[in-house]
């Protein structure tokens, strides 16, 4: 089994920042690619970013140019970092792994954006 521990969610003033991390432990054997979706309520979850493991990166349209997902390989953790967040990045935000065993999901962190 693989769990996935997200942090780093919160309450910030638009323009703001945040550092999403999600780490993942458990029979981890090869990760074939980690990222991130959301969910803000009353719509479907959808694509953030995600990397593969050789490092290609892809990113929701409406994210491009404002958030930047990385990973350290060593210790099966990616991150998001956020920048110049607005009020429709609120939402839940799951962190995702696609490895040999299958794919998972992590319980979600909340992202607020708001003055």
């Known amino acids: 089994q693989v769990q996935l521990v997200e942090s780093g969610g919160g309450l910030v003033q638009p323009g703001g920042s945040l550092r999403l991390s999600c780490a993942a432990s458990?029979?981890?054997?090869?990760?074939?690619?980690m990222g991130w979706y959301r969910q803000a309520p009353g719509k479907p979850r959808e694509l953030v970013a995600v990397i593969t493991s050789n490092g290609g990166t892809n990113y929701g349209d409406s994210v491009k140019g404002r958030f930047t997902i990385s990973r350290d390989n060593a210790k099966n953790t990616v991150y998001l970092q956020m920048n110049s967040l607005k009020p429709e990045d609120t939402a839940v935000y799951y962190c995702?792994?696609?490895?040999?065993?299958?794919?998972?999901w992590g319980q979600g962190t909340q992202v607020t954006v708001s003055s």
């Open positions: 995702n792994l696609i490895g040999s065993g299958g794919g998972y």
């Open positions: 458990g029979s981890i054997f090869s990760i074939y690619a």
